[in-house]
């Protein structure tokens, strides 16, 4: 069973920064593309970004674009959310799974079931 791991949410205050990480447990990430999705208080979950399996690709949701980068390193199994200038509507648990790919482009459509996801808080 696929099984991501997420870590590296906090308290930040606005216009700080966080780096989420999405960790692989028992098999090798470098073959999926990977998405970050979050989900906040009385709101439905929502995708934030994702990347292909060789990092080639990314996708960012309109919200995020010019202040998220997403990033893997498959030799550490890991993907990153480098989260900056942060807003308090930023605030939110973020998730990572697994998602499917159209013509080698990662479509923010997750394939694995959630973890626990960690929390973001932009408050001053």
């Known amino acids: 069973q696929l099984q991501l791991v997420e870590s590296g949410g906090g308290l930040v205050q606005p216009g700080g920064s966080l780096r989420l990480s999405c960790a692989a447990s028992?098999?090798?990430?470098?073959?999926?593309?990977i998405g970050w999705f979050r989900q906040a208080p009385g709101k439905e979950r929502e995708g934030v970004s994702c990347?292909?399996?060789?990092?080639?690709?990314?996708k960012y949701a309109d919200a995020v674009k010019g202040r998220f980068t997403i990033s893997r390193d498959n030799a550490k199994n890991t993907v990153y959310l480098q989260m900056n200038s942060l807003k308090p509507e930023d605030t939110a648990v973020y998730y990572c799974?697994?998602?499917?790919?159209?013509?080698?482009?990662?479509?923010?459509?997750?394939?694995?079931?959630w973890g626990q996801g960690t929390q973001v808080t932009v408050s001053s």
């Open positions: 799974a697994a998602v499917n790919t159209v013509q080698a482009m990662c479509v923010m459509t997750p394939i694995t079931d």
């Open positions: 028992g098999f090798a990430l470098d073959y999926y593309a």
């Open positions: 990347i292909s399996s060789s990092g080639g690709s990314t």
